[in-house]
């Protein structure tokens, strides 16, 4: 190598004519076609030959001859056909030098400029050949075909980010803007972007689809959709991510009817209890139409008679069915401020399946002997015939609850079963429920209800008796079912229901998982030996297959394996998983839209306990859990009431931010 010598190198994609200037051991100090000077190693070099410049000439007339020299090679290139020569020599499979490739192209003469042509032509298009400075090898027929349909995936990426980005950008000041045919996969694509964000496939695209409009993707893309109609202003997202639908898909509405219709009149009353006669009850909320468990109480003056009824949908709702396969799909009911999914079709949840007053339905019946002092002395399980004589609600039961003989009796047992659990190690959270509801009318209400009201506490209680008793039930006859278990706490804050709203905040925090078996194992949270659910089969999957497992002792169906149990116990994690994750997120959001509107509201609040630059506190009034900065300086302890300021809430973004007040 020496002075002179025209030269190129390889810089950020391109080939770059250069000029050597200096030569100093391996490192060369070049002129470029640019008129830049840079030090490279020799190593650095794609293509040297014998060509020289006159150093003599200046600088600028070394440029320019530089310029001429890339311009002639250029023009060279479109003397060669990549393409054609590869067809000729892919079946060798060799490399081929770039002497011999040189020769190739132009069989009649050959330069340094052809042989840099050469390299031009390849570096450009790699379609057909690998490139590796002087040597060429032949792409696989299958290599090619896969490098084709790339390109024109790439080329119709960037399409789509041009043509995409400069459609939003001139619909963003159009306060009617519709969406064309032959943009709905921009607008399909971008739905999946603000869903699905990075796990997106596509979200390279969507950002730079936005990035040409001039969107910000954090603040801007919820309101693009939202103006084009695509999402509401208060669209639940969750639905879209957990694939979720409200409805239900038509060949199960058929089946449904068609099950309805055929059900008529086929009861099996001969296989089951007659007990029509009890003046039974169901107590639930003022909203509730799917009513799966009643209540009867009896007075046999020496001893009382409790009956706790839960409708048997497992007579209607057959194992495998249609139904039954979109029921596990679904996993449970939801229950949110603005709406309620059903896990069952409407007319079997708030109709053929429902203790409706009046309404004679098949049921499994857990019947109680207790003591006058209301202590358990037998039970027995059985499948009967029911028809509810009142419809109660809570607040039925706590009006009459004091004159009521019925309500006076169950709620003694009630309290009396709880001072049981609670005997039993059971660790009692009193914690009130923030009930958020949404009109029609798009109104917020909100309001605390008290768990341990009379009525709550009674139904609550007496549904926790009959689920043990089916647990036992089913343990005793060797039966596998979903038993619930829980370890016992890490630290016990305080004894029975004594503690207060601080404790019960932080005991809730130190209580173990509950764990799902098909084994009976200890309840340390409840204080009872062994634990099931099965008293809303309705609403809840897991109810259903453990009270069709009941239904196997009392011989109405065959029972399932263990070995199925835990299929279904697994089948049932990522449903069951995304319906907690949408009451919750669903609850907060109506919250925090409420708490839009009282922005500088002041807010009582306990501090929880202290982080490393912050408090996490306790705003009671709602039962939001918050960070509050601990930069103001004022030294807070665990436990601790404080006045608090809202400051800034966005519900959509989940953004609620305070300050001491």
């Excluded at 794609?46 to 023009?75: I, P, Q």
């Excluded at 918050?626 to 404080?642: T, V």
Aim: hydrophobic share 40%; aromatic share 8%; with cysteine.
């Amino acid at each position: 190598m020496e002075q002179g010598n025209i030269v190129e190198y390889i810089d950020r994609q391109k080939i770059i004519c250069s000029v050597v200037l200096e030569v100093k051991n391996q490192r060369l100090r070049l002129l470029t076609e640019t008129n830049r000077e840079v030090n490279l190693s020799s190593r650095r070099l794609s293509h040297t030959c014998n060509m020289r410049l006159d150093l003599s000439m200046g600088r600028h007339k070394m440029v320019d001859a530089l310029k001429a020299t890339a311009a002639r090679r250029n023009a060279l290139i479109s003397h060669i056909d990549i393409k054609e020569l590869w067809e000729v020599l892919n079946t060798e499979q060799e490399w081929i030098d770039l002497k011999t490739m040189t020769e190739f192209c132009f069989p009649d003469t050959s330069n340094c400029d052809h042989e840099s042509s050469v390299q031009r032509a390849f570096f450009q298009n790699k379609r057909y050949f690998k490139f590796n400075y002087n040597r060429f090898f032949p792409n696989t027929q299958e290599s090619v075909e896969k490098k084709v349909a790339q390109e024109k995936k790439v080329a119709r990426r960037n399409r789509m980010a041009q043509e995409g980005g400069d459609w939003l950008a001139g619909i963003i000041n159009d306060n009617l803007p519709s969406i064309p045919d032959d943009k709905m996969e921009i607008v399909n694509l971008l739905k999946s972007f603000y869903l699905f964000e990075k796990e997106n496939e596509h979200y390279d695209l969507g950002k730079a689809i936005l990035a040409r409009a001039g969107i910000d993707p954090d603040e801007g893309i919820f309101k693009i959709l939202a103006k084009l109609g695509v999402f509401d202003e208060n669209e639940n997202t969750d639905l879209h991510r957990y694939n979720i639908s409200p409805d239900f898909p038509e060949k199960v509405m058929d089946f449904a009817t068609e099950r309805i219709r055929s059900a008529q009149g086929t009861t099996d009353a001969g296989q089951r209890k007659d007990l029509t006669m009890l003046s039974s009850m169901t107590i639930d909320g003022q909203s509730t139409l799917d009513f799966d468990d009643a209540i009867s109480i009896e007075d046999h003056g020496d001893h009382y008679r409790l009956g706790v009824h839960i409708v048997d949908v497992g007579h209607f709702v057959k194992k495998g069915d249609l139904i039954d396969r979109e029921a596990i799909a679904r996993g449970s009911s939801i229950y949110m401020p603005d709406q309620k999914i059903p896990m069952l079709p409407t007319s079997l949840a708030e109709d053929l399946c429902s203790l409706k007053a009046g309404q004679l339905r098949p049921a499994i019946s857990i019947l109680v002997n207790l003591t006058r002092f209301s202590e358990i002395i037998d039970y027995e399980i059985v499948p009967s015939m029911i028809k509810v004589e009142h419809q109660l609600t809570y607040y039925d039961v706590n009006t009459i609850g004091d004159d009521d003989q019925r309500i006076i009796i169950l709620r003694d047992i009630a309290e009396k079963f709880r001072q049981k659990r609670m005997a039993g190690g059971a660790v009692q959270i009193t914690l009130p429920d923030i009930n958020v509801w949404v009109g029609n009318n798009g109104e917020i209400t909100v309001s605390r209800i008290n768990r341990e009201s009379p009525a709550r506490m009674l139904v609550s209680e007496i549904m926790i008796m009959a689920n043990w008793l089916m647990a036992k039930f089913l343990a005793k006859h060797n039966i596998p079912a979903i038993y619930r278990s829980q370890k016992g706490p890490r630290e016990r804050l305080y004894k029975g229901a004594e503690g207060t709203l601080f404790q019960n905040c932080m005991q809730r925090k130190m209580l173990s998982r509950f764990v799902l078996g098909t084994e009976p194992e200890n309840h340390s949270g409840l204080g009872l030996n062994a634990y099931v659910t099965a008293t809303s089969p309705i609403r809840k999957y897991f109810d259903l297959a453990t009270q069709r497992q009941i239904r196997a002792v009392l011989g109405l169906e065959a029972p399932s394996t263990s070995e199925e149990i835990d299929g279904m116990i697994q089948v049932l994690e990522l449903p069951m998983s995304h319906v907690m994750k949408l009451q919750h997120n669903r609850h907060r959001y109506w919250l925090l839209k409420y708490l839009e509107k009282r922005i500088g509201q002041k807010e009582e609040a306990v501090v929880l306990y202290k982080k490393r630059d912050n408090y996490q506190i306790l705003i009671t009034e709602y039962m939001i859990e918050k960070d509050l900065s601990a930069s103001s300086g004022i030294d807070l302890h665990p436990e601790d009431l404080i006045q608090v300021t809202i400051q800034h809430v966005n519900a959509r973004k989940n953004v609620l931010s305070v300050f001491m007040g």
